[in-house]
């Protein structure tokens, strides 16, 4: 009795996670390229909040300088959040356009929420109608903005954009790559059925007065993360405003993958802790059926040679489908977004997906974890 509700239960997990890689798959074909309605062409300010970003912030900044967007309609403010190297001097001393200006967050503005209090100052002082947000590590095609806009019609709260780490000559990097874009794509599709639930704060654009709604990043302040898809849903919550994704190469944003296994882990460490602070009760349900779905494995694995042997069998099932069906999303998103095939790194990213997801969702509950020099609590 007790086996056959084992079999039946892992089969029923290994069920719902085939019908949620489905919808995804489902949500990507919905994605179109998207056209501006709007009467003229608003006011945009771009925001980058940067910390310690001495050896990247020059490249980001030539691409942002580069941006085919009308000067006079577009504002840049990078925000330094209390750099310890050389960032702010670089920057200053090598702008050249004057819609580009540099401030530096107050000591006393809420001591916390590192990322999010830089945003929101920088949004504080800046003056746009459309505000995009993207990191100091980033680097942008010259029509980023001008995509990124062309997604608005007069409806649209929200947009989301494309992220990418760069091509690399190393293994680390490259499992990351498939991994990340595993991910953004997840991300697109569940925007593509209208369910929002993840994206990247290095590429958002959102309209201010939709910010101001929702009273920005209020009630998120104690959370070190979040200030991209707490943000996005709750302006879904409202369901006044579209939510889209800017399913376009030109709208990509290019970063480096981590250099190292401990950046990693802290990184998608950070990510995870804020899966508990959902408004969405039901949300933070099927996230934990997922979760249950990959502590299937090992599990099913366990059981399978001590208790009940055909346990394998759902094991062997649960793995295939999971393969076959992620592959058919990376395979769909990376021809069509990257102009590429990266399979061969997905078949070996696979064998490390399991543990990952398992260890990151665990640590990332205690919240405690190292970012850009910091040692946070979520």
Known sequence: MIETI????F?????????FLLSILTGLTKLRSNFSSLKSRPLVSIIIPFRNEAENILENLRSIEAQDYESDLLEVVYVNDDSEDESEKVLRSSIKKNNIKVISVPENFSPKAHKKKSIRFGIDNSSGEIIVTTDADCVHNSNWISKMVSCFSEHTGFVSGPVVFNKSKSLFKKLQRVEFAGLVLTGA???GINKPTICNGANLAYRRSVFNEVDGFKDQFNLSSGDDELLMQKIFKLKKYDIKFCYDRDAIVYTEANSDLKNFYNQRKRWASKGLFYSDKLLILKLILIFLFYLSFPVQFILAFTV????LLTFAL??????IFEYLIIKKGAKELLGEDIKEQFFLAQLLHIPYILITSVSGLFGDFNWKGRQLKR
């Open 318 to 323: 649960s793995f295939l489908l999971k393969i």
């Open 308 to 311: 009940y042997s055909k346990l």
């Open 11 to 19: 089969l029923a997990l290994s069920i719902y996670y085939l019908i």
């Open 189 to 191: 599709g569940l925007i």
């Open 6 to 9: 084992l079999f039946l239960l």
